[in-house]
């Protein structure tokens, strides 16, 4: 399956692994590029630019496909020296980068003289229309399905794919509620040239996470995940859990009073980095998207892009051409 995605990255299938706080490590992206889809290293799972540089060597002693960094732009409680983050990557000789949160535009000279191609995850369209206008090659639309941070606006995939599509000119993956082969054909249709996928990328046999998370996040439905932070306006679709409850109730109690401090000691992310390493579910906040509902199991990442790919020029070449007569 060709699209603008796979001629853009050099990779044989248009299935991406969306940079994954705590996830996104050597291991699970090393599987992805060598399922021919493209894995991405999370820049900030690495405490500093030289572990960073560390683990982008790791991946390359694992696979000699294309992989790219994640570099995720939000504010922080303590500042992250992005600049060194970005001259890392652009000393190693990776060369796609996908950017997230805030606009990558301070960092694209730094990306654009190494010669990386930069795909800009947005949630709304007109991010995307600034994306493409900063000079992204590509982006990465994140639907209200998405886990983690879908934006304030509520605009699932359905929609916000073909408006996208009708207003910008670079290619673009739909993300944010993709796990299967239904999906895939549903992003192609609606414009998009490609997926790409966080949580159904957790529950696979080469994610670096415990297994209690994966058989949580299989065991759960459509229904399974929540909304935190939204009284902040810095939106988190999270699994529903005890602490996920916990930080919804103090929302509703403290209303328009809410400050950050009173939700900090249950959102740290060193807690929703124990959940990953030790099991227990219910110790933290964690990302998790709506697409739970449709994860029923926990294959290696080559059965599963293989699996999707298959099944998705199935029911192209069969079942849709059979709609419209056109079947081989
Ligand atoms: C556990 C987890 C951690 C994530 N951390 C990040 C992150 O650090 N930076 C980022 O840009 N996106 C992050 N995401 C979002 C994914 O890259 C992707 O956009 C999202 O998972 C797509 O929705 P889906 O889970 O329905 O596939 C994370 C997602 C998950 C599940």
């Known amino acids: 399956m060709k699209t603008r995605i796979t001629e853009l990255?050099?990779?044989?299938?248009?299935?991406?692994?969306?940079?994954?706080?705590?996830?996104?490590?050597?291991?699970?992206?090393?599987?992805v590029s060598n399922a021919g889809g493209l894995g991405i290293?999370?820049?900030?799972?690495?405490?500093t630019p030289e572990d960073l540089s560390k683990e982008i060597a790791r991946t390359k002693g694992m696979t000699d496909k294309p992989f790219a960094v994640n570099l995720t732009i939000l504010p922080t409680l303590r500042p992250v020296p992005y600049q060194e983050y970005a001259d890392v990557i652009a000393e190693s000789g990776v060369k796609i980068v996908e950017t997230a949160g805030r606009s990558p535009e301070p960092y694209m000279p730094t990306f654009k003289a190494a010669g990386i191609k930069v795909i800009h995850k947005c949630t709304s369209v007109r991010h995307s229309v600034k994306a493409e206008a900063v000079g992204c090659d590509a982006v990465s639309v994140d639907g209200f399905e998405c886990a983690g941070h879908p934006g304030e606006d509520d605009i699932p995939g359905l929609i916000l794919l073909p408006c996208t599509a009708d207003k910008i000119s670079v290619p673009f993956v739909a993300s944010g509620g993709f796990g299967d082969a239904r999906g895939l054909v549903a992003a192609l249709a609606l414009g998009a040239d490609g997926i790409n996928m966080g949580s159904r990328f957790m529950c696979?046999?080469?994610?670096p996470i415990h297994d209690n998370v994966k058989q949580a996040m299989v065991n759960a439905d459509?229904?399974?995940?929540?909304?935190?932070?939204?009284?902040?306006?810095?939106?988190?679709?999270?699994?529903?859990?005890?602490?996920?409850?916990?930080?919804?109730?103090?929302?509703?109690?403290k209303g328009?009073?809410?400050?950050?401090?009173?939700?900090?000691?249950?959102?740290?992310?060193?807690?929703?980095?124990?959940?990953?390493?030790d099991g227990n579910v219910d110790h933290g906040i964690w990302s998790a998207g709506m697409i739970v509902g449709l994860i029923n199991d926990v294959p290696s990442c080559a059965d599963l892009v293989s699996r999707i790919v298959a099944e998705a020029e199935d029911i192209i070449g069969k079942r849709l051409a059979n709609l419209t007569g056109t079947a081989a």
């Open 256 to 277: 328009a009073d809410l400050k950050i401090e009173d939700l900090a000691e249950y959102l740290s992310g060193q807690r929703g980095k124990v959940v990953f390493e």
């Open 204 to 207: 696979t046999k080469e994610a």
């Open 222 to 253: 459509e229904r399974n995940t929540q909304l935190t932070n939204r009284t902040l306006r810095n939106t988190s679709r999270v699994f529903k859990n005890a602490i996920a409850d916990k930080v919804i109730e103090i929302e509703r109690e």
């Open 41 to 47: 290293l999370t820049g900030l799972t690495q405490p």
């Open 9 to 31: 990255f050099g990779i044989e299938h248009p299935i991406i692994q969306g940079g994954m706080q705590w996830v996104g490590r050597a291991e699970l992206v090393s599987a």
